[in-house]
């Protein structure tokens, strides 16, 4: 199924809740990346010499830990402020001590890229980041900007809640620049929302879209969760239908992980009841897959689907094995071929702040020691979330036409039973009988099959599966 044993590996990759991988806040840290484009590591100008790993990133992942309370499934580094602290958290001190360590941070990271292109994108993930002043938003960006540079036409995500924001505030974002809303709804039953611990109710959820709607905020996505506790095929259909008519750009589908350490984990055991079993939410991902597509939203990754034109733009820097920064508590950031991730508690994280400062704390090393097959079996994990695939003839570029012959090989059968699509360089599907003859031959399967990508939806259900037949044609 879907949902089990990828989730543990994306974790400790970039920041983000839930699994199929709300790319832009894995809210620890997603970063499992490699190459595809190569560069000169002396002068950062794209070469065909060096991997993509070493360019300088494009990209920032920004951690604001802030919720009112932990939902039950959470397992992520937040701080709890409280129930109130939509009223307080204009000047809260939890908050802007925070803010100040972590400008403190970005100020103290060494990049040492003799050329640095401006971010292209930003992502503000959580926690509840809407929950943060937009005067304290300002400084995070000014810094950012001054550090890094940004670009005029940066797309700067935020993650923001029901019942966080107003009109006044979501204009005050829009004004510095923010550009981009992930409204975290989850669901559209109240029984629902209050199960999972949800801090908003329903009310909160219409008003939230009414706010959107009404600022004129031209980019947003709309997050749900399936496989919840006590949740039926009819829940899910009427959360499934009523997001379709609040008309968002992008919707993101999240199959519930039950963490250990969570109130689900001590409350319930993965596919018994109440949670759905691997039949039942595979329903639940066959309709939400059904449904979307039928509104004209296109499954791109394992878990997104967006209008034409809306694909998250910093989420597909995870998927296409680019480098990126992170800052913030527990985030993790992919940095000349290196994973490093940030304390997941606050005095811990303060001590890393304070080491970073006094220069103890190396992240602009090069990556030498970089392992070419662990970079192999993090771009096939990555490409075959997404609807793209995985690139062949780049892949067999960086790793030799032998895995590709391979991996071909060892997903024929899948292929014959609709999980796997072999598709050419025009990706023209190669069917059956064409792959056939090609796999008699190993250089015409390799020059013939461009991509390897995952069906949808009945691959995508496979995906964990899948991509493990793959690490083990890497590493065997």
Same mark, same amino acid.
């Given at each position: 199924m879907?949902?089990?044993?990828?989730?543990?590996?994306?974790?400790?990759?970039?920041?983000?809740?839930?699994?199929?991988i709300?790319?832009?806040?894995?809210?620890?840290?997603?970063? !499992?990346?490699?190459?595809?484009?190569?560069? &000169?590591?002396?002068?950062?100008?794209?070469?065909?010499e060096?991997?993509?790993? *070493?360019?300088?990133?494009?990209?920032?992942?920004?951690?604001?830990?802030?919720? !009112?309370?932990?939902?039950?499934?959470?397992?992520?580094?937040?701080?709890?402020?409280?129930?109130?602290?939509?009223?307080?958290?204009?000047?809260?001190? $939890?908050?802007?001590?925070?803010?100040?360590?972590l400008?403190?941070?970005?100020?103290?990271?060494?990049? &040492?890229?003799?050329?640095h292109?401006?971010?292209?994108?930003?992502?503000? @993930?959580?926690?509840?980041?809407?929950?943060?002043?937009?005067?304290?938003?300002?400084?995070?960006?000014?810094?950012?900007?001054?550090?890094?540079?940004?670009?005029?036409?940066?797309?700067?995500?935020?993650?923001m809640?029901?019942?966080?924001?107003?009109?006044? /505030?979501?204009?005050?974002?829009?004004?510095?620049?923010v550009?981009?809303?992930?409204?975290?709804?989850?669901?559209?039953?109240?029984?629902l929302?209050?199960?999972?611990? !949800?801090?908003?109710?329903?009310?909160?959820?219409?008003?939230?879209?009414e *706010?959107?709607?009404?600022?004129?905020?031209?980019?947003?996505?709309?997050?749900?969760?399936?496989?919840?506790?006590?949740?039926?095929?009819?829940?899910?259909?009427?959360?499934?239908?009523?997001?379709?008519e609040?008309?968002? &750009?992008?919707?993101?589908?999240?199959?519930?992980?039950?963490?250990?350490?969570?109130?689900?984990?001590?409350?319930?055991? #993965?596919?018994?009841? #109440?949670?759905?079993?691997?039949?039942?939410?595979?329903?639940?991902y066959?309709?939400?897959?059904?449904?979307?597509?039928?509104a &004209?939203? @296109?499954?791109?990754?394992?878990?997104?689907?967006s209008?034409?034109?809306?694909?998250c733009?910093?989420?597909?820097?995870?998927?296409?094995? /680019?480098?990126?920064?992170?800052?913030?508590?527990?985030?993790?950031s992919?940095?000349?071929g290196?994973?490093?991730?940030?304390?997941?508690?606050?005095?811990?994280?303060?001590?890393y702040? /304070?080491?970073?400062?006094?220069?103890?704390?190396?992240?602009?090393?090069?990556g030498?020691?970089?392992?070419?097959?662990?970079?192999?079996?993090?771009?096939?994990?990555?490409?075959? $979330?997404?609807?793209?695939?995985?690139?062949?003839?780049s892949?067999g570029?960086?790793?030799?036409?032998?895995?590709?012959?391979?991996l071909?090989?060892?997903?024929?059968?899948?292929? !014959?039973?609709?999980h796997?699509?072999?598709?050419?360089?025009?990706?023209?599907?190669?069917?059956?009988?064409?792959?056939?003859?090609?796999?008699?031959?190993?250089?015409?399967?390799?020059?013939?099959?461009?991509?390897?990508?995952?069906?949808?939806?009945?691959?995508f259900l496979l995906?964990?599966?899948?991509?493990?037949?793959?690490?083990?044609?890497?590493?065997?």
């Open positions: 879907l949902k089990s044993t990828i989730a543990p590996m994306l974790s400790t990759l970039y920041p983000q809740k839930l699994f199929p709300k790319l832009a806040s894995f809210c620890s840290a997603l970063p !499992r990346s490699p190459p595809t484009v190569r560069q &000169n590591a002396s002068t950062n100008i794209p070469t065909l060096t991997p993509s790993y *070493i360019l300088p990133p494009a990209s920032a992942y920004v951690h604001l830990p802030f919720c !009112r309370k932990r939902c039950h499934y959470c397992d992520f580094p937040i701080l709890a402020l409280g129930s109130s602290s939509t009223e307080t958290a204009d000047d809260d001190p $939890r908050i802007s001590n925070y803010i100040n360590l400008i403190r941070e970005m100020e103290a990271t060494q990049t &040492n890229f003799n050329q292109p401006p971010l292209e994108t930003v992502f503000f @993930g959580g926690g509840t980041p809407s929950l943060v002043p937009p005067r304290l938003v300002a400084k995070v960006l000014d810094t950012l900007r001054s550090k890094f540079g940004l670009r005029l036409d940066a797309e700067i995500s935020m993650e809640d029901p019942g966080t924001f107003d009109a006044k /505030k979501l204009k005050e974002l829009m004004g510095l620049g550009n981009r809303v992930s409204l975290g709804v989850q669901a559209f039953q109240e029984e929302l209050k199960a999972c611990g !949800r801090a908003h109710g329903i009310d909160e959820v219409h008003e939230a879209i *706010i959107i709607n009404s600022c004129g905020v031209g980019n947003w996505s709309l997050d749900l969760i399936s496989s919840l506790p006590h949740q039926t095929q009819e829940m899910w259909e009427e959360s499934l239908k009523l997001t379709v609040a008309n968002p &750009n992008h919707v993101s589908v999240y199959d519930l992980q039950v963490e250990k350490d969570t109130k689900f984990g001590s409350l319930y055991i #993965p596919g018994e009841f #109440p949670l759905p079993n691997d039949t039942q939410s595979a329903k639940f066959r309709m939400a897959s059904k449904k979307l597509s039928e &004209n939203y @296109g499954h791109y990754e394992v878990s997104s689907y209008k034409n034109g809306f694909e733009k910093h989420n597909y820097t995870y998927w296409i094995n /680019k480098p990126f920064y992170a800052f913030g508590l527990g985030s993790a992919y940095i000349n290196t994973r490093y991730s940030r304390p997941k508690k606050l005095k811990d994280y303060t001590d702040v /304070k080491n970073l400062e006094g220069g103890l704390v190396d992240l602009s090393q090069e030498d020691d970089v392992d070419e097959w662990e970079m192999a079996m993090d771009i096939v994990m990555l490409s075959l $979330r997404t609807s793209k695939g995985l690139n062949l003839k892949f570029d960086d790793f030799g036409s032998e895995v590709v012959v391979e071909c090989k060892v997903y024929e059968p899948y292929m !014959r039973s609709g796997v699509l072999f598709l050419d360089d025009e990706r023209r599907e190669i069917k059956e009988d064409e792959f056939s003859s090609l796999v008699l031959d190993d250089e015409k399967l390799e020059n013939e099959i461009g991509f390897i990508r995952l069906s949808d939806p009945d691959g995906s964990n599966e899948l991509i493990s037949l793959a690490f083990g044609v890497i590493d065997p």
